[in-house]
């Protein structure tokens, strides 16, 4: 398609494939309707055309058949593109289990990505080929949307709780990556790339070839945190501890004082950090404090990394 | 604006100081008034218009810097939204012709009538110093918490506006709701009504039940902005999900606002050019109700992405396919409508025309929004903003101008010219499509909404777009000049100068003073177009005006 303008966007992962399969019955659904009504219009404006001023149209009122016609086949062919849309949107939401972490801090305006691997990068992100990638997002100001067309991803980037997005990119190449939510005076310039590598370069960019050296992994400099914030003298797993074992928590379910349960999500423990009272568990005192001001949220991201990486019971104590 | 017959009394000329036009409890003269002010927003939310989509030639910043290019956007949709489409059709048409079309002397409650013009006046000034003094950035949205903590222009500025300027709505709402039940003319029963009235009284319901949730919404903005009480911004303990839900709760309602009453002038030019009952009438009525009460349940599917649960994206995902529902009805009542009529291509009936094709346009793109996994990719993209500016402009814009020419004869009594009034809608519809069509397929392509610089593959798109936009200004333009110049040297027009049934008509153009005389008696179902009365071009005969 070479006619000097851009008439669709690349497809670069397999769900974009999927999404624009929907995007056709959609088009051919609304086109056939457009095309309908437009050579309806047209026939009956040239055929029933005052031709003078005695003409006396006919007095049809309505017609129950009619009715009930273009009320059920739109509502039939409605309810087909909700359910497709549906369920594209559930695999959308729910990112595969073997998926490569990545942290993704939004500020005005500008991204922070963080590897599993301890790179940093800012506005560019590098994936291998063939990879699920999932991305924990958070802002540290307003909110943002981290948006790749060639991905058909996009999801708000909020301050205080953390939201994911994912994706298998099918094709090396340079896409966009744009914030889609309006944050103030450089939105656009909010902008930066998806690298995606074959592994073979992947392995050479991570190894420094390309790009920074890299920084502690998110787990490790999690646990680094963990002892130098004085965290691991309440959480350890040993009687008498002053607060609860953190190992295996994530994903578990947890009674609140309130008698509340919840699961143990990223939010769960982003606020179990931040705001100790409002998440009390059962059977220990308000004695956490706050540590709201004393981390970032890069650093939140990688305690709660740590605390993730502490599969089960038993193993707590050592980061000291 | 002198009467052809010097002697007749009208509503323009029987007392014509600025108390009589500023103290008027007159509906008509305030739907004038209404007129006035609102073109003045127009103006400047098209000058807005105008100037970043010259800025938008280019992919890099030339015009402006990027902090003059967000205040432009937010001028824009603010003045557009709040202070023009909202109060177009119903404060402008709806004051002027409801009493009449009802047959009653005048609203329910005049001086709330008056009361509601100087209301959202002062909504307005609000909002013109909040850009007279260096604008907002924020756009029309608000969202939190770059509004309420982050953005340093007028937001506080902004947002009293609009908390004022809903006032205005709700007192317009409530007069219609009560004028509507307890005004009617004898006989006049509720399946005998226009369906403009239809119109009129389904926005009115969402006018009184949902502005008073924009105006607490925008309150508490400025109260988390001014005193720091934390309530959206979570960095202070607030809910950034909570502003779009409160604020969506009222702005998917206010989109049926800006299209009902729009929806309602389609069915009486239809009608009128084609002289045929609407096709299916209580379908088409019951389907204004249906959307007015479904439009309050589908807010969410502003917030796929926002990180709402994908349970009620799920709910609020099949609502808004119900909701379109309604709205197909009607498109297919209006079509039928035109089998076995006798048509007629005057100025009203083109833009009724291309309401019907642009709305449908902006109806299905509705679809591709409401369907979940599409929208993730076009949410926030041009692909919205096609979207709703064939909805909102396609749509309600066009039925205000297919209205203002319908009505034009009886509003001023003088004819415009129908040789420009037919080129000047063509102009119109070309130079919409050119503008807006282009930016489906941007935003299908990816490119975010409310970007100043964009990349470079973008930009022939842009440019087709910004053309059409100098083509739909042209044509707005030609519309304001000769309808202006049709004020003082139009034709002359008989009381009913379409052959149109509806008891607006039957009062002479302008309308006298108090509209009818004598009640008049209503004895047959609306569009009645087999009564031969209605053929006679000039049946202004005793009883119905004081003419
Ligand atoms: C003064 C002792 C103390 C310190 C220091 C402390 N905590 Fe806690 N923590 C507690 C107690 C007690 C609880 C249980 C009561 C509650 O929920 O507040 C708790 C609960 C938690 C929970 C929820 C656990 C669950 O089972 O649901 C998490 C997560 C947590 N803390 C993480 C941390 C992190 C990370 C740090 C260091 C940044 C930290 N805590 C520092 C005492 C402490
Ligand atoms: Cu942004
Ligand atoms: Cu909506």
Redesign the pocket.
Known sequence: MDIGIPLFPEQASDLARDVDMLFFFLIAVSMFFVFLIGALLIYFIVKFRRRSNADRPDATRSHAGLEIAWTVIPLILTMIMFVWGAVLFFKQSRPPSDAMEILVVGKQWMWKIQHPTGHTEINELHVPLGQPVKLNMTSEDVIHSFYVPAFRVKMDVLPGRYTTAWFTPNRTGRFHLFCAEYCGTEHSKMVGSVNVLTPVEYERWLAGEVGDTPADTPVEAGRRL?TQ???A???HPDAGA???D?AG?FGSE?TLADGRTVV?DEDY?RQ??LD?RA???DG??????T?RGLVNEQQLMQ?ISY?KSLGDAGETGEGM | MESGDTKRKHYLNIENTPQSWLLTLDHKRIGILYLVTILLFFFLGGVAAVLFRLELLTPDAHLVEHETYNRLFTMHGVTMIFFFLIPSIPAVLGNFLLPIMIGARDMAFPRINLASWYVFTAGGLFGLAAIVFGGVDTGWTFYTPYSSTYANSNVILAALGIFIAGFASIMTGLNFIVTIHKMRAPGLTWFRLPLFIWGQYATAIIMILGTPVIAITVLLVGIERLFGVGIFDPAIGGDPLLFQHLFWFYSHPAVYIMILPGMGVISEVIACFSRKRIFGYHVVAFSSLAIAILGFFVWGHHMFVSSQSMYAGMIFSILSFLVAIPSAIKVFNWTATLYKGSISLDTPMLYALGFIGLFTIGGLTGLFLATMAINIHVHDTYFVVAHFHYVMVGGMLMAFLGGIHFWWPKMFGRMYPEAWGRFAAIVIFVGFNLTFFPQFILGYLGMPRRYHVYPEEFQVLNVMSTAGASILGAGYLMVFVYLVWSLFKGRRSVSNPWCAAGLEWRVSSPPPQHNFKKAPVVDRDAYDYTDEDVYKSDYDSGGTSDG
């Open positions: 963990f914030l004085g965290c003298t309440c959480h002053l607060g609860p953190l928590v947890v143990a423990l179990s950090i100790p998440t009390l568990v220990y005192e308000p004695i956490m404090p540590f305690l605390i």
